[in-house]
């Protein structure tokens, strides 16, 4: 049986393949600030080995990956700063080093090796690189537009009001990707070292126009909703690092082999946009109290 440390294992990504691992019988390492958090609770009831970890606490870092054979390992900038997710995600990668872990799979960005000049992709790729010089056994999943944040925030605000707001033209197509299918991908190549190491892989479950995604959770929903594209220049008095990265949207964009994916990996079980959309527990949803908008 495969033990698999899951760095991140309470948050969106690292939840899923934590989930996704379990399903298929290996042993989980929950790695978590938080152990006693509802999320990390539910991974216990699953089964997984809930652990303290701190980005910041080499120690518990080293504690928690001792006899890891691998290491799904997830950075963010959100909540902190672009330089503290290359330091945690620096940190991570010397850690899994000391212990010897056999195989890392570190989840990115679609493009992020591009040069795109969007900040917190900019700051993955440095992440990236330094995993690629560890001399670990590595592979990269890069993750096209989370299909879930259409379920929360911005979105879901507009929703509220019939509108679908976004920053992007209405015919302009996006790569889009649920956490559950970074998941299952990311214990695909975890449990395939021999197929996936010293591979770097864009994945997305998904092509859609924004159009076309209005529709879709009109749908869904069960209420008319309309589209209106937000100007960018407003997204920018809210956030710089996402403005770029609609820019890039809007410009380059996300050109994922969507086809290719679900041909060479079925097993993944690739959500589409309408099936993502319809699971979702829109009365639930909102209800809840509304958040920011970019509106």
Not at 93 to 115: E, F, I, K, P
Not at 151 to 156: H, K, N, R, S, V
Not at 171 to 183: E, F, V
Request: aromatic share 8%; hydrophobic share 45%.
């Amino acid at each position: 049986m495969l033990t698999v440390a899951v760095a991140g294992a309470t948050g969106a990504q690292g939840g899923a393949t934590a989930r996704a691992l379990l399903a298929a019988g290996n042993h989980v390492r929950a790695l978590t600030r938080r152990p006693d958090t509802p999320a990390a609770v539910a991974l216990r009831d699953l089964g997984a080995d809930v652990r303290h970890a701190d980005f910041d606490d080499g120690d518990s870092l080293d504690a928690a990956l001792a006899g890891a054979g691998a290491l799904f390992a997830v950075t963010t900038p959100f909540g902190t700063d672009l330089a503290t997710e290359v330091r945690q995600g620096t940190a991570l990668v010397d850690a899994a080093a000391r212990a010897g872990v056999g195989h890392v799979v570190l989840t990115s960005a679609a493009h992020a090796d591009r040069g795109t000049g969007v900040p917190h992709y900019e700051s993955k790729y440095l992440v990236e690189r330094h995993l690629r010089a560890s001399g670990v056994p590595w592979t990269v999943i890069a993750p096209a537009a989370f299909m879930d944040n259409y379920a929360g925030g911005w979105t879901l605000e507009g929703l509220r009001d019939g509108t679908f707001a976004w920053p992007m033209p209405a015919d302009r197509p996006l790569t889009l990707i649920p956490a559950a299918d970074i998941g299952a991908f990311a214990a695909l190549a975890l449990c395939r070292p021999a197929e996936f190491t010293g591979r770097r892989l864009d994945i997305a479950s998904d092509e859609r126009t924004p159009a076309e995604m209005t529709r879709i959770l009109a749908d869904a929903i069960g209420r008319p909703i309309a589209y209106r594209e937000v100007p960018l220049a407003h997204v920018r008095t809210r956030s710089a690092d996402l403005a770029a990265m609609f820019e890039y949207f809007n410009t380059t964009g996300l050109d994922v082999d969507v086809a290719g994916l679900r041909r060479a990996h079925p097993e993944v079980g690739w959500h589409t946009f309408a099936g993502w959309a319809a699971a979702q527990d829109w009365p639930a949803l909102l209800a809840q109290e509304t958040g920011r908008s970019i509106r």
